[in-house]
T-cell receptor
Framework: GENVEQHPSTLSVQEGDSAVIKCTYS??????FPWYKQELGKGPQLIID?????GEKKDQRIAVTLNKTAKHFSLHITETQPEDSAVYFC???????????FGKGTLLTVNP | DGGITQSPKYLFRKEGQNVTLSCEQN?????MYWYRQDPGQGLRLIYY???????QKGDIAEGYSVSREKKESFPLTVTSAQKNPTAFYLC???????????????FGQGTRLTVV
């Protein structure tokens, strides 16, 4: 955990384009990196996660990459659709601080 | 259906009153958490509990209290000492993986508390 920076805070793309959201963290002992999607008025839902022993994970149109040396991880959404519009949060945990710490979120808008 | 339930969805209280938010889960999860969400602030941890009858303060515990008398339930009380209680409150639960929360956390649908 500890200090997760997330960028950008807002992202607008055209339908069919790709979207990339990046997070950096400070605790080198972090070992778990989930991404959550939150729709308006609802609780966050896990969309993909990655552990520190792998560098990339893919699930259909979404993928997450992890660079442990640089301490950053990214969410990639390809072929975006209007229903992808939501707030996305990165998080991490493990190591000296085992609490799940969240970034401040990215509001993604996919324009039809 | 298995899941985590928060109630009520909307809650209004007068300033100076204590209020308790409910969180129940039937996922047989050991760990439960309370987060507060404010615009532009992400999710901030208030309290968490890894096991029945035990809980720990998170990053913003002042003005809040919790109890964990049953595995399924983790109610949060917002006391009159909380200076800015109006917010969206989220409860979550997870299994206890190695090193604590390196397993998926399931969230409830949240309670929007407004203090007037």
């Amino acid at each position: 955990g500890e200090n997760v920076e997330q960028h950008p805070s807002t992202l607008s793309v055209q339908e069919g384009d790709s979207a990339v959201i990046k997070c950096t963290y400070s605790d080198s002992a972090s070992n778990y990196f989930p991404w959550y999607k939150q729709e308006l008025g609802k609780g966050p839902q896990l969309i993909i996660d990655i552990r520190s022993n792998v560098g990339e994970k893919k699930d259909q149109r979404i993928a997450v990459t992890l660079n442990k040396t640089a301490k950053h991880f990214s969410l990639h959404i390809t072929e975006t659709q209007p229903e992808d519009s939501a707030v996305y949060f990165c998080a991490n945990s493990g190591g000296s601080n085992y609490k799940l710490t969240f970034g401040k979120g990215t509001l993604l808008t996919v324009n039809p | 259906d298995g899941g985590i339930t928060q109630s009520p969805k909307y809650l209004f209280r007068k300033e100076g009153q204590n209020v308790t938010l409910s969180c129940e889960q039937n996922l047989n999860h050991d760990a439960m958490y309370w987060y507060r969400q404010d615009p532009g602030q992400g999710l901030r941890l208030i309290y968490y509990s890894q096991i029945v009858n035990d809980f720990q303060k998170g990053d913003i515990a002042e003005g809040y209290s919790v109890s964990r008398e049953k595995k399924e339930s983790f109610p949060l009380t917002v006391t009159s000492a909380q200076k800015n209680p109006t917010a969206f409150y989220l409860c979550a639960s997870s299994t206890r993986g190695t090193g604590w929360i390196n397993t998926e956390a399931f969230f409830g649908q949240g309670t929007r508390l407004t203090v007037v």
